[in-house]
């Protein structure tokens, strides 16, 4: 109670003394809070009193300096930064011990200027033009004011016009907007290096001046510290070299300027312009990259990426979990040793555009070749770059033409406008993966399959583009061309830039923006952001090739045809592809199962010969013996009528079949006998708009007695339709033998007869369409040959003797083909053959067991043994 009355009545009695006028604060003047005091400077810049923060809302007050009148408050300076006060009740005062004190309401006090301890009633304090709150003493020799304390010395957030950044000043950032509580980053003079400066987030190098890929500028300074700056942190003194781009700088340029350190750890320099605005003329550092040694050591920088950092090719992060965390600090490390064994196990990675820490050593190289061999002769050098000796003297600067890093790269950031080359020093087995991958295109390296060029790569995956100059990849996407930030061949994922959020919900909506055309590699993850979208490939088919050396990059693989044409490095035998390493593998139980294969199949393939050869003896024997019996039954019987259900079956089926082979014999064939046919008939007009008019385009052979040609139905089906010609008598014989024949045959093996059309002259056979055409297209081929192996053809010569099997034993109707040849053997999308062609064939009756015929037919016999009868049974 006795402090608080003490506080008020001193208050009281000091305010009649120096009520009249604020210009400064005795013993026996203080402002205070309550009364709504302040300090002004004499011309009326700058105000010193009690504020709460902008934006704040609570009641915690400071004593503090702003710029007078400005309509927002631009706080310079506080005293009482980590003690606010909590009311009104705050006093600023000269104590009786002469310093400047912030007392509260019950006179404890909460800031200080920690001066010795002196009683004097001359000191005083007063707010300069400035903005420099000094504290003063008169000496009693000469009885003039010396200056025992400023503000200007004991400096927050802010630097002002006429303060001096030397070795003991500290900005220190506020700890939010609305906190002036010391925050987490200090500005100060680097102490390791002369005229460059640091910025600490704690204990950490945050940024620091002097370390930009062009090292130090035309003008002797730091680029990333312009010389106008360092000019106006040094109070006006230090010496700057000037040039066209640089006019004279003088103090007056100054007035109405400053310079802080933001709470986010930025160095902020600005200027008052004729808007009666604070401009942002400068700012360091202006982005992620900027920060010191972002990315840690060997790690690249890219601030327009949404994943900012990623390790140099032959190089992988330190700690997995941390980069995942997007925790870059610690930066990455080698993958293989430099200088292993000797200089020959060692390459240079090539960057364009690259900015970097500053070298450890320099000197004038006649050439790159001398800058190059100088650091692969010293196993401790990381990197190196050179340049044109011409355009170091036309820049004005006498820096050397070659610069040598003995240390770890840090501070590297790629794509920087204004940069270096950067030539670093790797394993070479840490960027030449396969002979047929493309080249490094700046911090990227293009994996196989993906390729930016006709010469490298896989043909499929060519949808990349790479600026040499400055080591951009673009990738080509049915929607336009996209920025790659990033290609990652563990997971075979790379992630373009888009810069536009639509851009992602269309992809994820199944909308055409990342719709790629297929067949393609290419397909979009499920990460999408509106910056951002991922994609990912598929595992490379064999390499392509031309000639047998192509395929010296994959052993135990040689250059073939494929299926479907092309040539390719397909593994030797007992090997297989292996998509994820890309290499031929060994199948180490490929030789047993080969053997097994084999020789079950050999058995299996010589019982059904034997099976088919005696299912044939036994068809003749009780065709021969069926017959003999049916003849004397007739004559036995007569006319007899068959006396139950399956017997009136049996003669309906013989007397179809019966009907059929008058059909044919008679020489008749007219629209009404379409009611006996099983087949659909279809309208000349359908057939003409399927074929296209049978036009060329659509031909697909030549035969005895007609054209075929390829159709197509509107819903999709496609079809072989088998046009007989109008000049061909004998063709017409076949035509109808075709027709009643194939309608009753249902067999997997025999091919099938979808329909036919009869328009006056025009006779037309429907068949399924058949991809892989006939047998001899492919046994005669050189290059389909091949893909006929031993698997293959024992399935297709399996396919043809259960075909005629059924022809001759199993079908409701005996049939003999009499024009089997490779030609009329035809394979369907999975390579089953399918007997056609039964232009030629000849039907049994019931009771018939021999057949003769008069001419020759088919391709058995030559012509010469044509006028001899012969049996085709």
């Known amino acids: 109670m006795l402090p608080t009355l003490f506080l008020h009545t001193f208050l009281f009695c000091t305010s009649l003394l120096c009520s009249s006028a604020k210009e400064t604060i005795t013993v026996n003047c203080s402002i205070s809070d309550g009364e709504g005091d302040s300090l002004i400077s004499p011309g009326k810049r700058f105000e010193l009193g009690f504020f709460t923060p902008n934006g704040s809302s609570n009641t915690r007050r400071y004593v503090g300096i702003w710029y007078y009148g400005s309509n927002q408050q631009t706080v310079v300076w506080v005293a009482n930064r980590d003690k606010p006060l909590l009311d009104d009740s705050g006093v ?87 906190d002036p509580a010391p925050g987490n980053f200090t500005f100060q003079i680097d102490q390791e290096r002369v005229n460059q400066f640091i910025v600490w987030k704690r204990t950490t190098r945050y940024w620091k001046s002097g370390v930009s890929g062009r090292f130090i500028g035309p003008d002797g300074m730091p680029s990333a510290m312009p010389s106008a700056i360092s000019f106006f942190l040094s109070n006006f003194t230090s010496v700057v070299l000037h040039n066209e781009s640089m006019p004279h700088l003088t103090s007056s340029l100054y007035s109405d300027t400053r310079l802080i350190i933001s709470f986010s750890g930025q160095i902020q320099y600005f200027k008052w312009d004729s808007e009666k605005i604070w401009a942002l003329i400068w700012a360091e550092p ?18 327009i990426n949404d994943l900012t950092c990623k390790c140099l090719p032959g190089f992988a992060p330190s700690s997995a979990e941390n980069w995942n965390s997007q925790d870059y600090f610690d930066g990455c490390t080698r993958k293989s040793r430099i200088c292993d064994k000797n200089a020959a196990s060692d390459t240079f990675l090539s960057l364009n555009m690259m900015e970097v820490g500053n070298p450890d050593s320099q000197f004038n190289a006649k050439n790159e070749v001398e800058c190059k061999l100088e650091c692969l002769n010293n196993c401790q050098c990381q990197a190196y770059s050179y340049e044109e000796l011409d355009i170091v003297r036309q820049s004005g600067s006498t820096i050397a033409a070659c610069w040598i890093w ?32 493309c080249e490094t295109c700046g911090t990227n390296l293009i994996h196989y399959p993906l390729s930016t060029g006709p010469k490298c790569g896989d043909a499929m995956y060519l949808s990349f583009h790479c600026n040499i100059s400055s080591g951009e990849v673009t990738f080509y996407a049915p929607s336009g061309t996209f920025r790659v930030t990033s290609i990652n061949s563990e997971t075979r994922k790379f992630i373009i830039q888009t810069n536009d959020a639509n851009d992602c919900k269309a992809g994820n909506s199944g909308d055409n923006f990342f719709q790629f055309k297929q067949p393609s590699p290419f397909h979009v993850t499920s990460r999408c952001n509106a910056e951002e979208v991922e994609i990912g490939w598929d595992p490379p088919p064999e ?16 250059c073939n045809v494929t299926s479907n044409g092309k040539k390719r490095c397909l593994c030797n035998e007992s090997f297989r592809w292996d998509n994820l390493s890309l290499n031929c593998t ?10 097994k294969s084999f020789t079950r199949k050999m058995a299996l393939a010589l019982i059904l010969v034997i099976a088919f050869l005696s299912g044939v003896v036994l068809i003749i024997l009780s065709s021969t013996i069926v017959y003999v019996y049916l003849q004397r039954r007739k004559l036995a019987e007569g006319e007899g009528i068959w006396g139950n259900n399956h017997r009136n079956s049996a003669l309906h089926l013989y007397d179809s079949a019966r009907h059929v082979k008058d059909l044919i014999d008679s020489g008749r064939f007219k629209e009404d006998d379409t009611d006996r046919i099983e087949v659909p008939f279809f309208q000349l007009e359908s057939i003409l708009a399927a074929t296209n008019y049978f036009s060329n385009a659509n031909k697909l052979g030549q035969g005895g007695f007609g054209a075929v ?38 067999h997997r093996n025999l091919v099938r007869l979808l329909g036919y059309c009869v328009a006056g002259d025009e006779k037309m056979l429907l068949y399924e369409y058949m991809p892989n055409k006939s047998l001899d297209s492919f046994i005669f081929d050189r290059k389909l040959s091949i893909l006929l192996d031993w698997d293959m053809r024992y399935r297709v010569i399996s396919g043809i003797a259960r075909g005629l099997l059924y022809l001759h034993q199993d079908s409701r109707l005996r049939i003999i083909h009499r024009d089997l040849k490779t030609s009329n053997i035809l394979l369907d999308e999975e390579m089953n053959p399918k007997i056609s062609d039964f232009g030629l064939a000849r039907i049994f009756g019931g009771k018939e067991t021999a057949a003769n015929t008069n001419r020759v037919v088919g391709t058995y016999f030559d012509e010469a043994v044509a006028t001899c009868p012969l049996s085709t049974h």
């Open 92 to 178: 600023l005062v000269v104590s009786e011990d002469g310093n400047l004190k912030v007392l509260d309401g019950s006179g404890k006090s909460l800031w200080t200027t920690n001066l010795q301890a002196v009683s004097s009633g001359y000191r005083k304090a007063k707010l300069t033009d400035a903005g420099n709150l000094m504290l003063s003493d008169k000496e009693q020799e000469n009885h003039s004011a010396s200056i025992i304390w400023q503000s200007f010395d004991n400096p927050t957030d802010t630097f002002l016009p006429g303060m001096k950044m030397d070795g003991d000043m500290i900005l220190t950032s506020w700890k939010s907007y609305d």
């Open 286 to 303: 202006r982005d992620k990259c900027s920060v010191y040694n972002a990315c840690g050591n060997f790690g690249s920088c890219n601030s």
């Open 406 to 437: 003995l240390e770890d790269l840090n501070n590297i950031q790629e794509e920087y406008e204004g940069g270096r080359n950067l030539n670093v020093r790797l394993a070479v087995s840490d960027v030449e993966s396969t002979r047929r991958s």
């Open 543 to 558: 390499p392509t090739c031309s000639s047998p050396t192509d395929c010296k990059d994959w052993p135990n693989s040689s």
């Open 586 to 595: 060994e199948d180490r139980g490929y030789r047993k199962k080969r053997y």
């Open 709 to 746: 040609y390829k159709g197509k139905f509107p819903e999709g089906r496609e079809i072989a339709v088998k046009r007989l010609s109008s000049g061909s008598g004998q063709g017409l014989e076949e035509f109808k033998n075709e027709v009643v024949l194939i309608a009753r045959l249902q």
